[in-house]
């Protein structure tokens, strides 16, 4: 009896042996499958094209029948699918009509290592975090990048206003499209004089110039509208 039950401790030990080479070899091909971005943050404008690019771990030896890419725009109320593989096979069907026909990525890069995708006529509902998972046989990891899509601020005048020597007069100016300035400073200028600054809704008298101190004011109540004129 003591002969059979060293036998079987011994098995027991070998196969605990082997289960535990297993374990540290699937650690390690999951720690040496890496997936990186090459850029964490983007910026561009509205209509604007930009690439997004990550990268993964890839061995020349390998085939691509086993190769899965997930990327999505996470959001609150639903992620949105840019582009997704399924055993090395595009699946255009697969992306959310929020990207429809403004996604075209580079397969030729694919085997590199690299995903290339290039969006087109941003929009700025596209602003977000963007998540890319692969797969493959080496592993599975993801990693993430943020884009931000502004609209651009035009600052608009008006026509040249004519006025006599002691008239008071307005000096129209607004934002297209209309923006809340109420946390930024704004500053009117009249050749290489600064005539008016402006910071959180109040007059900066320090930053003006002298000869204007009480000759010149603003409208914070217009501000959320985009309104900088001057008095």
């Given at each position: 009896m003591k002969m059979i039950s060293s036998s079987s401790s011994l098995r027991m030990k070998m196969m ?91 397969k030729d890069v694919l085997r590199e290592g690299r995903i290339r995708l ?114």
């Amino acid at each position: 009896m003591k002969m059979i039950s060293s036998s079987s401790s011994l098995r027991m030990k070998m196969m605990s042996s082997i289960l535990l080479l297993l374990i540290l070899s699937s650690c390690l091909c999951a720690a040496t499958f890496v997936v990186n971005v090459t850029q964490s943050n983007y910026q561009a404008e509205e209509k604007q094209n930009i690439t997004l690019e990550w990268t993964f771990t890839t061995k020349t030896q390998g085939t691509w029948k086993n190769l899965f890419i997930y990327c999505s725009l996470l959001r609150p109320d639903k992620e949105r699918v840019l582009y997704r593989v399924h055993n090395g096979v595009e699946i255009p069907e697969s992306q959310d009509d929020q990207f429809s026909g403004r996604i075209q990525s580079n397969k030729d890069v694919l085997r590199e290592g690299r995903i290339r995708l290039h969006v087109s006529r941003l929009r700025t509902e596209d602003s977000g975090l963007y998540q890319c998972g692969v797969r493959t046989e080496d592993g599975v990891n993801y990693a993430e990048c943020r884009l931000k899509v502004f609209v651009p601020v035009k600052v608009v005048g008006h026509d040249p206003i004519h006025a006599k020597v002691g008239d008071d007069v307005i000096l129209p100016c607004h934002l297209e499209p209309p923006f809340d300035v109420n946390k930024l400073a704004i500053e009117w200028r009249f050749k290489s004089q600064i005539i008016h600054v402006q910071r959180s809704r109040a007059k900066d008298n320090e930053a003006s110039d002298q000869e204007y101190i009480n000759r010149t004011s603003m409208f914070p109540d217009e501000f959320k509208k985009g309104n900088i004129s001057s008095n």
